[in-house]
């Protein structure tokens, strides 16, 4: 079907008869889109009418994988369609040190005045470089408070279940992570498989039928074209920073 594909993670778990959490979809700028809609950063307009689209078809939530932290010219229209469905944006940390708790401490970058009111949760993207295959960020002091990583908001909303977070332990539903004593959950992520991805357009145009498929998921809208930044993750391999981002909700979200 055009716009959609399979990420390589995902190919190789399902030869094992795995595949990613049946909750979670991703919605992504892709090369298709680019052709179709012009250079990104796209309009805002174009994410409201993709976020429209899959309110109306039910998804549960939406996890918005981009900085909005600069003011856009169709921000209202974002703003509206965000506030149909529970939507969680991202935030990034700037004059990032490691405090004597062990966390990482910062200030926040974004969302912009506009967007921030129609959000129903906002969770931080930083993750250091040590031990990233094998750990996952899941809290930080960021101005001054406790903030849970956007991937932490996001396996929370896929199961269904609040996060517990001791010094020691991270309980998520039935599921326990050791926690290092810096914020982070250890939980091999690397080889999680992600889910599906679709295309901007094929969600813009998609037919009722299609769009059922997102009744009742936890959608991540993210990028995964061409030009996509991509990250080293051990082994002489980089892979997409939205795939990671997926797979560390995966690996959250995994059946104890």
């Not at 008869?17 to 307009?45: K, M, N, Q, W, Y």
């Not at 969302?111 to 094998?134: C, I, T, Y």
Request: with cysteine; aromatic share 6%; charged share 20%.
């Amino acid at each position: 079907m055009a716009g959609m594909w399979v990420g390589p993670a995902a190919a190789r778990v399902a030869e094992a008869g795995a595949g990613p959490p049946s909750g979670l979809e991703f919605v992504a700028v892709t090369d298709e889109d680019i052709a179709h809609f012009g250079d990104f950063p796209f309009s805002r307009a174009i994410s409201a009418t993709v976020i429209h689209r899959l309110a109306q078809a039910g998804a549960r939530s939406i996890v918005y994988k981009f900085f909005v932290d600069e003011p856009r010219d169709a921000d209202a229209q974002l703003a509206t369609a965000l506030a149909r469905i529970p939507s969680f944006l991202q935030i990034d940390l700037a004059d990032v040190v490691e405090g004597p708790d062990g966390l990482m401490h910062g200030s926040a970058v974004g969302p912009n005045s506009r967007l921030a009111p129609a959000a129903a949760g906002f969770g931080f993207v930083h993750q250091r470089a040590a031990g990233a295959e094998e750990s996952i960020e899941v809290q930080a002091q960021v101005n001054g408070r406790t903030v849970q990583s956007l991937s932490l908001l996001a396996a929370q909303e896929l199961v269904r279940a609040k996060a517990v977070i001791t010094p020691s332990e991270l309980r998520l539903g039935p599921r326990r992570f050791v926690l290092d004593g810096k914020g982070q959950a250890r939980c091999f992520h690397a080889q999680q498989p992600v889910p599906e991805g679709h295309s901007f357009r094929s969600v813009v145009d998609g037919s009722r039928r299609f769009l059922a498929r997102f009744r009742d998921k936890v959608v991540v809208i993210g990028h995964m074209a061409s030009n996509t930044p991509r990250l080293a993750v051990g082994q002489g391999r980089e892979l997409p920073v939205h795939a990671i981002f997926l797979q560390q909700v995966a690996c959250l979200a995994a059946s104890p």
